[in-house]
């Protein structure tokens, strides 16, 4: 009776799961890479449901190449959800030869296990007939070095996932209101990849697969990676780039190009900004063009604010003087760079190399900093 309603419990998840598939297919708002990244994911975890449905009612037969798909899934969830996090956060997002790297391990792995994949449909049913049971795995140390391979991508895929979110946060390259549907995607998977940790311990140490631990963390697979899809289908991808809003801009690249070239030579060869009083208004002024033409380029070409661009360089002349005026203090080394007051010095230093001032001066004087 337990494993009739966790059969049943899988199969509705799969139907919930192509429910969303083909939600995500029709959302508009998407772009094409977005989707085709998320809607897959959704796709294969779907698939690796009903093969838990199935194979839990003693059906899998009937539906015999489904068997060792799950398998497969798992090489892909890493790498499709990756790739839909870069794709929603990049500006200028392309599917490069270079990404294809991606699916290598999937690939090695259908290699690896070719002659049962090329096995036919009926060959597999038979076999799936005589097992009687297909959850009942041959824990070899074949089994147990696939399981830590599938492990270690997944355990890789969640810190790279973390690493590209941090990046597109520090970087603003996502609009606040999906900032919160992004950590939730990554949030997902981490949990995904714990649940499957857990689940391949519980076989690994002969629980089996019909032991309630084994169905929880299943289910806690699957609840992990429903997330990821629902969450993907809430970001509205439009708040998540920079450029949209000055789509309807008459700034050309060429004045764009122009616009850049002056603002870092008035930072750099004159060093604008050891004036305290200089800000978005001022800097516009100097450049003699409109506040907003200035923001947008500082926005698209720099990837910074105007107090954010404005104040790096306040921090890089700090950084030199704190080296070569040992004896200055702090505080007064701060104001010489530009900032007013040592508050707003503190923050903005911290901010751009990790450590305060004082920390700084301290770590130079043992190894040089860059």
């Not at 798909?69 to 892909?76: M, R, Y």
């Not at 995904?192 to 697969?209: A, C, E, Q």
């Not at 080296?323 to 707003?344: C, D, H, L, Y």
Request: hydrophobic content about 45%; overall charge positive; charged content about 15%.
């Amino acid at each position: 009776m337990t494993e009739k309603i966790f059969s049943t419990f899988y199969i509705l998840a799969f139907g919930q799961g192509v429910l969303l598939y083909f939600l995500i297919i029709l959302q508009k708002r998407l772009g094409s890479a977005p989707k085709v990244f998320l809607s897959t994911l959704v796709l294969a975890i779907s698939i690796q449901l009903l093969s838990y449905g199935l194979a839990y009612r003693g059906e899998l037969n009937h539906f015999p190449h489904i068997w060792g798909i799950g398998a497969i899934c798992a090489f892909l969830f890493g790498p499709l959800a990756f790739l839909y996090v870069s794709s929603i956060v990049s500006k200028h997002f392309r599917l490069t030869v270079l990404d294809l790297i991606h699916l290598v391990p999937a690939i090695l792995f259908i290699i690896y296990k070719k002659d049962f994949f090329l096995i036919s449909g009926d060959a597999k049913a038979s076999i799936l007939i005589e097992k009687g049971n297909v959850f009942i795995p041959d824990i070899s140390i074949n089994y147990v070095l696939t399981a830590f391979l599938t492990i270690s991508i997944l355990v890789f895929y969640s810190f790279l996932i973390r690493k590209k979110i941090i990046e597109a946060k520090n970087n603003n390259q996502l609009a606040s209101p999906n900032i919160k549907w992004v950590r939730g995607i990554g949030v997902a998977f981490a949990a995904y990849t714990i649940s499957y940790i857990l689940y391949k311990l519980v076989l690994i140490n002969g629980l089996g697969y019909y032991h309630f631990f084994c169905h929880s963390t299943k289910i806690g697979m699957a609840f992990s990676l429903y997330c990821i899809g629902y969450l993907g289908f809430s970001i509205n991808p439009h708040l998540d780039r920079i450029i949209p809003k000055y789509s309807n801009s008459p700034v050309s690249d060429s004045y764009a190009l122009v616009l850049e070239k002056k603002l870092l030579k008035l930072m750099e060869m004159e060093q604008l900004f050891l004036d305290p009083g200089l800000n978005a208004k001022s800097l516009s002024q100097k450049v003699d063009a409109p506040v907003n033409y200035v923001s947008q380029v500082i926005n698209e070409r720099l990837n910074q604010a105007i107090p954010e661009f404005i104040n790096s360089y306040r921090v890089n002349y700090a950084k030199t003087l704190l080296i070569n005026n040992p004896q200055e203090k702090i505080w007064a080394v701060g104001m010489e760079a530009g900032f007013n007051n040592r508050t707003s010095f503190n923050e903005n230093f911290k901010k751009q190399t990790g450590v305060s001032p004082s920390e700084y001066r301290r770590a130079y004087s043992k190894s040089p900093l860059p």
